[in-house]
C-alpha cells in the first residue's frame, strides 16, 4: 500500500471521505485501502490515506506520499475495513 498524507481543515473531510468510499467501491475488493485520522489543532485534522496504486492519489490534491513508519500509534478509522484497521493499529 501506499501511504500519503496532509493537514486540512475539518469540513473538507467528508469529501476526502467521499472520494475514497468511491474507490473502494470501485478499485478496493481486497478492502486494503483506508483513511485515518488525527486530530490537530482545532479546526485541523491530519488524514492518511493508503491506496494500492499511485495513480489514485492523484485525485487527493495536497496529499504527501509518506512511509508506513510514519502513521500515527493510535488514529481514528474515517474510511475503510475496520477489521484491517484493527490489526494493522491495535494487533487485533
Partial sequence: MIWATRLIDRGDVPS????????IASFDPG???????VDEEW?????WVAVPDPDLLAPYYG???C???DLPAAPVLLAGDPVRFE???HGG
Wanted: charged share 20%.
Fill in 16 to 23: 476526502v471521505v467521499f472520494l475514497l468510499s468511491e474507490q
Fill in 31 to 37: 478492502r486494503q485501502m483506508m483513511l485515518i485520522g
Fill in 43 to 47: 479546526p485541523m485534522i491530519r488524514l
Fill in 63 to 65: 496529499f504527501v506520499s
Fill in 67 to 69: 512511509p508506513r513508519r
Fill in 87 to 89: 490489526r494493522m493499529f
